[in-house]
């Protein structure tokens, strides 16, 4: 699914532009509940956790993989322009995952496995 426009051209407000910026967005959904990722609300504010709701066309499901030099991707929300990351660079289970401006930190670099 390509970018929207709009939706692209507000995430370059947010987003460095020394990173490469993916070309195509996608859906994150859950195998075992058939749900997808998304922000509380479609919420803009950093430190919004993110959850699991049913599918409904809003832009605040739609996320861009962008790799970084060392292996990992920054998952960006193309509604918010935020990343993923995990609050307080926590390392216990169960840490809670929020949106949070791009800082470049270890605790937004994800790894993609197959």
């Excluded at 990992?72 to 929020?98: H, K, P, W």
Aim: with cysteine; net charge negative.
């Amino acid at each position: 699914m390509p970018i929207p426009p709009s939706i692209l051209c507000e995430v370059h407000r947010f987003w460095p532009t020394f990173l490469p910026f993916s070309k195509a967005a996608y859906l994150v959904i859950a195998d075992h509940s058939g749900l997808c990722l998304d922000i509380v609300t479609g919420s803009m504010d950093s430190a919004e956790a993110v959850q699991k709701t049913p599918l409904n066309g809003g832009s605040s499901h739609l996320w861009a993989f962008v790799p970084d030099k060392k292996g990992f991707n920054f998952i960006v929300n193309l509604c918010s322009g935020r990343v993923l990351d995990v609050m307080g660079s926590s390392l216990e289970n169960y840490a809670t995952v929020q949106q949070h401006p791009f800082d470049g930190r270890d605790s937004q670099r994800w790894q993609l496995l197959t």
